[in-house]
């Protein structure tokens, strides 16, 4: 038994069962893709690394015009990267869609990037082949690429079978291979290939996520029409993720996928806003007003619906993380038990920073009572009852005014923060009065509603008819008619309505924050690009700031192959304050022989010691083509100061003292001694410098080895 293979296995088995059953792993419930083409994802506030599975999408089953059976499809690739992240970055997400035979197409790869462009792909997961048509055998899975902790390929279609006639099984996604005409069963959960057909002329079936499509089969001695392979499932991206918990507040979405969060709070509290949040908007409701007594009373009106809108936070640095905002929730007024008393006012909710981005939305009107007819003023006013008028609206609309033609009495409904209350209603020659219903509540642009519903007002009940009005949308209360008016709904700062037994309570207010995460820089950006130098084999980093607020430096950062793993490569200095746009550029000279995937992200540190992070660019470097020795001498031909010698085969060098002669084309000899390559380059390009043009030769000696390089000075 190959012991390292079934654990391995058994690994990967593992991990991919995780993937579509471990919800439960993360303190965020992960997001899944699995619609094809591209998606974004933006990293919310407080996320400073994400966890992305990848699976590509499944290859089709074979279609069949001819005799015999046809191959299944492959499956698609799997693999997971842990990606280093910044709040407000933005990853792209392109998830591949099912191959099929006919027309011929692959299932397509699954990936995410730092760019629209699969070239800035971290990982890939490559989607599986496709069987073409009249192919017999099943057909290969994807592969995974780029930079990931595991991966694993798709498993190949099985082969179709000739006795008795059937179609081969797709193959799974992440290794599973198609068995015969039976699709690929991943035990542990991972997606299945579609099963092969096994009658005459009949389909394949399709594959699940990743799986590739089952093959169809087709007996040339009955006449049919040929089967139709199964397509390949779609692929699919996963991405998983923790947030560290709010002090108050509720998350109702951080914006991940619209890019749009949003906090709401029910109770007074405070609200820290993420370091370098440029902008944001602000709800504030205020409570709702208090329902009248009695069988003719008015309904409450709604609290204030007010949105601020605020930009160019410290002239465009954002906040610093560190503000605290205090946050006040308005309470509903209570309903009326007196037919004495009006129902009381609501109060107001707050949301400032020690008078710096202050809103404040005031409370609604309570309604009038049987013996206190007009409706209290309020942000919205409340229903009068009988010949009293409605409340005046100061921050919304005014109450209905009740009605009293003749004997027979109602109740005005509550004004709401869309329209005003509705007059009582009050029908002649008969024995019934309707109570006018609350005006209508808002849906404030980009906020859930809607809010702020006036209360119903109150009305006589005469064999079944008349009684109170409907509260407005929103969530203001019904009247009551004989009995208690209905309560404003909570924290929607809708009116209560009147009731003839006791007036419903008004709703409490609420407070809702929206921002976007892609308004989190704590640097303005303009743009952050990196470019590869193939001629002086440099990477040139080049960036523009519109604003800097306390801005020390930027430390540049760069990973190998990998985005979890940066080291400190260089410092820039950077303007301090400035509201204009300064440009930086960075060189780094240092790549490595091999090659791969560079990843850049820049570290601004402000004069205080807090750092925030840039978004992470990449840029593919190619390898420098080995010559067989221990050293290599480059670029060459050389300008004389920008020449490298670096080791190749670190396995011949032991640390031994390293002597190096430049002899010129004259015959003019110059000898180095040292440990530290880096230092002996810096003396060969200073002699190089101010040398004439022509072949040089580089003597380069350690231990007991020695080697020669010609190096042509242009």
Same mark, same amino acid.
């Given at each position: 038994?190959?012991?390292?293979?079934?654990l @391995?296995?058994?690994?990967?088995?593992?991990?991919?069962?995780?993937?579509?059953?471990?919800?439960?792993?993360?303190?965020?419930?992960?997001?899944? @893709?699995?619609?094809?083409?591209?998606?974004?994802?933006?990293?919310?506030?407080?996320?400073?690394?994400?966890t992305?599975?990848?699976?590509?999408?499944?290859?089709?089953?074979?279609?069949?015009?001819?005799?015999?059976?046809?191959?299944?499809?492959?499956?698609?690739?799997?693999?997971?990267?842990?990606?280093?992240?910044?709040?407000?970055?933005?990853?792209?997400?392109?998830?591949?869609?099912?191959g099929?035979?006919?027309?011929?197409a692959?299932?397509?790869?699954?990936?995410?990037?730092?760019?629209?462009?699969? +070239?800035?792909?971290?990982?890939?997961a490559?989607?599986g082949?496709?069987?073409?048509?009249?192919?017999?055998?099943?057909?290969?899975?994807?592969?995974?690429?780029?930079s @990931?902790d595991?991966g694993?390929s798709?498993?190949?279609?099985?082969?179709?079978?000739?006795?008795?006639?059937?179609?081969?099984?797709?193959?799974? +996604?992440?290794?599973?291979v198609?068995?015969?005409?039976?699709?690929?069963?991943?035990?542990?959960?991972?997606?299945?290939?579609?099963?092969?057909?096994?009658?005459?002329?009949?389909?394949?079936?399709?594959?699940?996520?990743?799986?590739?499509?089952?093959?169809?089969?087709?007996?040339?001695?009955?006449?049919?029409?040929?089967?139709?392979g199964?397509?390949?499932g779609?692929?699919?991206?996963?991405?998983?993720?923790?947030?560290?918990?709010i002090?108050?507040?509720t998350?109702?979405?951080?914006?991940?996928?619209?890019?749009?969060?949003?906090?709401?709070?029910?109770?007074?509290?405070?609200?820290?806003?993420?370091?370098?949040?440029?902008?944001?908007?602000?709800?504030v409701?205020g409570?709702?007003?208090?329902?009248?007594?009695?069988?003719?009373?008015?309904?409450?009106?709604?609290?204030?619906?007010?949105?601020?809108?605020?930009s160019?936070?410290?002239?465009?640095a954002?906040?610093?993380?560190?503000?605290?905002?205090?946050?006040?929730?308005?309470?509903?007024?209570?309903?009326?038990?007196?037919?004495?008393?009006?129902?009381?006012?609501?109060?107001?909710?707050?949301?400032?920073?020690?008078?710096?981005?202050?809103?404040?939305? !005031?409370?609604?009107?309570?309604?009038?009572?049987?013996?206190?007819?007009?409706?209290?003023?309020?942000?919205?006013?409340?229903?009068?009852?009988?010949?009293?008028?409605?409340g005046?609206?100061?921050?919304?609309?005014?109450?209905?005014?009740?009605?009293?033609?003749?004997?027979?009495?109602?109740?005005?409904?509550?004004?709401?923060?869309?329209?005003s209350?509705?007059?009582?209603?009050?029908?002649?020659?008969t024995?019934y009065?309707?109570?006018?219903?609350?005006?209508?509540?808002v849906?404030?642009?980009?906020?859930p509603?809607?809010?702020?519903?006036?209360g119903?007002?109150?009305?006589?009940?005469?064999?079944?008819?008349?009684?109170?009005?409907?509260?407005?949308?929103?969530?203001?209360?019904?009247?009551?008619g004989?009995?208690?008016?209905?309560?404003?709904?909570?924290?929607?700062?809708?009116?209560?309505?009147?009731?003839?037994?006791?007036?419903?309570?008004?709703?409490?207010?609420?407070?809702?924050?929206?921002?976007?995460?892609?308004?989190?820089?704590? !640097?303005?950006?303009?743009?952050?690009?990196?470019?590869?130098?193939?001629?002086?084999?440099?990477?040139i980093?080049?960036w523009?700031?519109?604003?800097?607020?306390?801005?020390?430096h930027?430390?540049?950062?760069?990973?190998?192959?990998?985005?979890?793993?940066?080291?400190n490569?260089?410092?820039?200095?950077?303007?301090?304050?400035?509201?204009?746009?300064?440009?930086?550029?960075?060189?780094?000279?240092?790549?490595?022989?091999?090659?791969?995937?560079?990843?850049?992200?820049?570290?601004?540190?402000?004069?205080?010691?807090?750092?925030?992070?840039?978004?992470?660019?990449?840029?593919?470097?190619?390898p420098?083509?080995s010559?067989?020795?221990?050293?290599k001498?480059?670029?060459?031909?050389?300008?004389?100061?920008?020449?490298?010698?670096?080791?190749?085969?670190?396995?011949?060098?032991?640390?031994?003292?390293?002597?190096?002669?430049?002899?010129?084309?004259?015959?003019?000899?110059?000898?180095?001694l040292?440990?530290?390559?880096?230092?002996?380059?810096?003396?060969?390009?200073?002699?190089?410098?101010?040398?004439?043009?022509?072949?040089?030769?580089?003597?380069?000696?350690?231990?007991?080895?020695?080697?020669y390089?010609?190096?042509?000075?242009?």
């Amino acid at each position: 038994m190959n012991l390292k293979f079934s654990l @391995f296995s058994t690994l990967v088995f593992s991990l991919i069962q995780v993937i579509f059953t471990a919800g439960s792993l993360f303190a965020q419930t992960p997001i899944t @893709f699995n619609t094809p083409g591209q998606s974004f994802f933006y990293v919310p506030a407080g996320v400073t690394s994400v966890t992305v599975d990848v699976i590509g999408a499944g290859g089709g089953g074979a279609n069949r015009t001819t005799n015999n059976p046809g191959g299944g499809g492959g499956g698609g690739a799997f693999a997971r990267s842990t990606i280093a992240v910044v709040p407000g970055q933005v990853l792209f997400i392109n998830v591949g869609a099912g191959g099929r035979s006919v027309p011929f197409a692959n299932g397509g790869d699954s990936w995410v990037s730092l760019t629209p462009s699969v +070239a800035n792909a971290i990982v890939i997961a490559g989607g599986g082949n496709s069987a073409s048509e009249n192919q017999t055998t099943g057909a290969a899975g994807g592969t995974p690429s780029g930079s @990931f902790d595991i991966g694993t390929s798709g498993g190949s279609g099985g082969n179709g079978q000739a006795s008795p006639r059937r179609g081969g099984g797709g193959g799974g +996604a992440g290794r599973a291979v198609g068995n015969g005409t039976n699709g690929a069963v991943v035990n542990q959960g991972a997606p299945n290939g579609g099963q092969g057909a096994s009658s005459n002329g009949a389909n394949g079936s399709a594959g699940s996520t990743g799986g590739g499509g089952g093959g169809s089969t087709r007996n040339g001695n009955i006449i049919v029409t040929g089967g139709t392979g199964g397509a390949g499932g779609n692929g699919a991206v996963t991405v998983s993720y923790s947030m560290a918990p709010i002090t108050d507040g509720t998350i109702l979405d951080d914006g991940a996928t619209s890019d749009n969060a949003l906090i709401s709070f029910t109770t007074s509290g405070t609200w820290t806003p993420p370091a370098g949040l440029e902008a944001f908007e602000v709800l504030v409701i205020g409570g709702g007003g208090g329902g009248g007594r009695g069988t003719s009373a008015g309904g409450g009106g709604a609290g204030q619906v007010l949105v601020r809108s605020f930009s160019n936070i410290n002239g465009g640095a954002g906040f610093n993380g560190t503000e605290s905002f205090a946050i006040e929730i308005g309470t509903g007024g209570s309903g009326s038990g007196n037919t004495n008393n009006r129902g009381v006012n609501g109060t107001s909710s707050s949301f400032d920073l020690g008078g710096i981005y202050e809103a404040i939305a !005031v409370g609604g009107g309570g309604g009038a009572s049987e013996n206190n007819t007009t409706g209290n003023s309020g942000a919205s006013g409340g229903g009068g009852s009988g010949p009293g008028n409605g409340g005046n609206g100061t921050n919304g609309n005014n109450g209905g005014n009740g009605a009293q033609p003749i004997a027979f009495r109602a109740g005005g409904g509550g004004g709401g923060a869309g329209s005003s209350g509705s007059n009582g209603i009050v029908v002649p020659f008969t024995s019934y009065t309707t109570g006018g219903n609350g005006g209508a509540g808002v849906n404030p642009t980009g906020f859930p509603g809607p809010f702020a519903g006036g209360g119903g007002g109150n009305g006589i009940i005469f064999l079944a008819l008349g009684g109170g009005g409907s509260g407005g949308s929103g969530g203001g209360g019904n009247g009551g008619g004989n009995g208690n008016g209905g309560s404003g709904a909570a924290n929607s700062g809708s009116g209560g309505g009147a009731g003839g037994a006791g007036g419903g309570n008004g709703g409490s207010g609420r407070v809702i924050i929206r921002y976007q995460n892609t308004r989190i820089l704590p !640097v303005e950006y303009v743009h952050f690009d990196a470019q590869f130098d193939p001629i002086n084999r440099v990477n040139i980093l080049d960036w523009a700031t519109a604003k800097e607020w306390e801005n020390s430096h930027f430390e540049v950062e760069r990973a190998h192959n990998q985005v979890n793993e940066f080291v400190n490569i260089g410092e820039v200095e950077g303007a301090g304050f400035s509201d204009a746009i300064l440009s930086y550029q960075f060189k780094d000279d240092h790549l490595p022989l091999a090659g791969g995937m560079l990843y850049y992200r820049l570290k601004q540190v402000d004069f205080g010691g807090t750092f925030s992070y840039s978004d992470v660019v990449g840029v593919r470097v190619d390898p420098i083509q080995s010559t067989g020795k221990t050293w290599k001498a480059y670029p060459n031909p050389t300008n004389g100061t920008n020449l490298k010698i670096e080791l190749t085969k670190r396995q011949d060098f032991k640390d031994e003292m390293i002597q190096l002669r430049l002899t010129s084309p004259s015959g003019v000899s110059h000898g180095y001694l040292g440990r530290r390559m880096e230092e002996l380059n810096l003396e060969v390009n200073q002699v190089l410098e101010r040398s004439s043009p022509g072949v040089y030769i580089l003597e380069i000696r350690w231990g007991n080895e020695v080697e020669y390089h010609k190096i042509l000075k242009k």
